[in-house]
Each structure stands twice: as structure tokens, then as C-alpha cells.
């Protein structure tokens, strides 16, 4: 293991080419906290295609992962564009040049830039023991998933025609009269934590009782928070959405709530969520 190495942005991929009598792999690894230099490393995924010596050479950009063999270079796509803990399939084996010999090492070096690969053959022409070597450029890609989007940052600022991830979600253990200011503020940070995203992009639009019927009409133990998130891009918002969503179910959300100062908050669930782009200004 580390006979090759990669890495674009918080992924990491190895290349053992051959262990023992094994044919060789190759090992994804990402980072826990993307953008956290303090940060742990996970593996996600074990690639693997059977071929002699994979693993012996690997490039990677984004989403895609290129794989050297003896004799075949093998792409790897992330399942979910963009997800450190996605996980990785096989998309293709691109044929190799009509004129390569098996004698050649094609595959024993790899590079990628967006949809273009580059693959070393270095025995190639090889007589005796001099060989001259050559470089094949492939594009031979299959059409990639949706591209990472950029990373976002405290900088991002709502402007027109940026995209919007609007949310409703009812927060029990508050009234309108409880949810003051300082809630607000831990609300925000509580959702930017779960989205991964600066609380600076997060906003509320409205805060409203939610009544009770019958008996409990006049009660009211919690309110309803509709709130946006400002984005770059629909894949971006439909990426936050999923993430709330996500920890509203697993109870991570009030955790974090809690962590932030809504000591009172006892629930949290997302009940209407969608990706819009706001109406354009009117003219001046």
C-alpha cells in the first residue's frame, strides 16, 4: 500500500499494485471534516477490477478516479457527486491504442484534467533493453456526475438570480414569545453546522406559532421556522436540503441546537423544503 498516490481537494486515493499473490487495488480515503487541515481520514472505498497489477498507477480529479493496470486503465466515478462518504463504481475500461503491444507497460502511469487521460507506455518500442516509451491521450470518459460544486464560504452573499434553498421546519420546546433573538442566532448556527455551510448564509424569513386543535387550541409548544439558505447552484441546494433533512431524522440537528443554546428545543422536523431561483429585481 502507497505505491502510487493521488489527491484532489479532500481525497485522497492509493495504489498498492500487487500485494502477495493479489492482483493489486486500489484505496480511497477522505477527509471527516471537508476543508479541516486537523481533520481524520476515512476509508470509502476499496478499487478494485481484477486486473494484474491495478493499483500501480492512480490520477484523480473531482469525482473521477483513473486506475492503471498492466496493459488497462480502469475509471471510477463517485456514486454522489460531491459526498465525501459516497461511495465509488467502475463506469468503464477505455480501449487501449491500436498500436500497443503487450510488452509495452501501457497503464504505467496515469494522469486525468476534466474529461482528458493521459497514459504512459514506457517499454514501448522497446528492443533489447532500450526502449523509447510513449504517452497515449484517451478521451475515452463516460459522461461524468453532476461536478463538485465550488466550496462555499463566509465571501458567498446573496445576489440576483442566486439560487435559494427555501425550508419550513417546526421546532418544538418554543412559542414566538420564547424564540428570541439568541435562539435565532443558535438556530442559524445549529443549520450551518449540519449544511456545512457559513451561518452568514442562512436567513429567516418567518417565525409563526403552530395551534394546537381541540383541547390544545390556545397551546402552543412550538413554532414554525421558515428559513433560506443562498447557493450557487440547484445541485448546491438540493446538497443542503438533503443534509438538513438528514439530521432532522437522526436527532443530530437538536444535538446541535442544543449545543448552540436552544436548551429548550425539543424536537426539530422539516416539513416543506425547495430550491428556487428569486424573481429578478425590478428594472431601476
Known amino acids: 500500500l502507497g505505491y502510487r498516490v493521488a489527491i484532489?481537494?479532500?481525497?485522497?486515493?492509493?495504489?498498492?499494485?500487487?500485494?502477495?499473490?493479489?492482483?493489486?487495488?486500489?484505496?480511497?480515503?477522505?477527509?471527516?471534516?471537508?476543508?479541516?487541515?486537523t481533520?481524520?481520514?476515512?476509508?470509502?472505498?476499496?478499487?478494485?477490477?481484477?486486473?494484474?497489477?491495478?493499483?500501480?498507477?492512480?490520477?484523480?480529479?473531482?469525482?473521477?478516479?483513473?486506475?492503471?493496470?498492466?496493459?488497462?486503465?480502469?475509471?471510477?466515478?463517485?456514486?454522489?457527486?460531491?459526498?465525501?462518504?459516497?461511495?465509488?463504481?467502475?463506469?468503464?475500461?477505455?480501449?487501449?491504442?491500436?498500436?500497443?503491444?503487450?510488452?509495452?507497460?501501457?497503464?504505467?502511469?496515469?494522469?486525468?484534467?476534466g474529461v482528458t487521460i493521459v497514459v504512459g507506455a514506457s517499454w514501448a518500442g522497446r528492443v533489447d533493453e532500450d526502449s523509447t516509451g510513449a504517452v497515449y491521450v484517451l478521451r475515452a470518459l463516460p459522461s461524468p456526475p453532476p461536478p463538485s460544486p465550488p466550496p462555499l464560504s463566509s465571501s458567498s452573499t446573496p445576489a440576483a438570480g442566486n439560487v435559494v434553498a427555501a425550508v419550513i421546519m417546526t421546532v418544538g420546546g418554543y412559542t414566538t414569545a420564547t424564540f428570541s433573538t439568541v435562539e435565532q442566532?443558535?438556530?442559524?448556527?445549529?443549520?450551518?453546522?449540519?449544511?456545512?455551510?457559513?451561518?452568514?448564509?442562512?436567513?429567516?424569513?418567518?417565525?409563526?406559532?403552530?395551534?394546537?386543535?381541540?383541547r390544545h387550541l390556545l397551546a402552543s409548544s412550538s413554532v414554525k421556522v421558515s428559513f433560506q439558505v443562498a447557493v450557487s447552484s440547484i445541485y448546491f441546494g438540493e446538497l443542503i436540503i438533503s443534509r438538513i433533512k438528514t439530521a432532522a431524522t437522526s436527532g443530530a440537528?437538536?444535538?446541535?441546537?442544543?449545543?448552540?443554546?436552544?436548551?429548550?428545543?425539543?424536537?426539530?422536523?422539516?416539513?416543506?423544503?425547495?430550491?428556487?431561483s428569486p424573481p429578478p429585481l425590478p428594472p431601476p
Do not use: C
Not at 486515493?13 to 480511497?28: D, K, L, M, Q, T
Not at 467502475?90 to 487501449?96: E, F
Open 185 to 214: 442566532t443558535a438556530f442559524k448556527t445549529g443549520i450551518a453546522s449540519v449544511a456545512m455551510i457559513d451561518a452568514s448564509m442562512v436567513s429567516i424569513t418567518a417565525v409563526t406559532d403552530v395551534v394546537g386543535t381541540g
Open 8 to 37: 484532489s481537494g479532500d481525497t485522497v486515493v492509493v495504489g498498492s499494485g500487487r500485494i502477495g499473490g493479489e492482483s493489486g487495488s486500489a484505496y480511497v480515503y477522505t477527509r471527516d471534516a471537508a476543508g479541516n487541515l
Open 39 to 113: 481533520s481524520g481520514w476515512t476509508q470509502r472505498s476499496k478499487l478494485r477490477q481484477g486486473a494484474l497489477s491495478h493499483g500501480y498507477s492512480v490520477a484523480i480529479t473531482g469525482d473521477t478516479v483513473v486506475v492503471g493496470a498492466f496493459r488497462a486503465t480502469h475509471i471510477f466515478t463517485r456514486d454522489i457527486a460531491g459526498d465525501l462518504t459516497s461511495g465509488w463504481t467502475h463506469r468503464s475500461t477505455p480501449p487501449p491504442p491500436a498500436d500497443r503491444n503487450w510488452r509495452d507497460n501501457f497503464g504505467n502511469d496515469v494522469a486525468i484534467s
Open 253 to 276: 440537528l437538536v444535538t446541535e441546537f442544543k449545543s448552540n443554546g436552544m436548551s429548550a428545543v425539543t424536537s426539530a422536523v422539516t416539513t416543506s423544503s425547495t430550491t428556487m
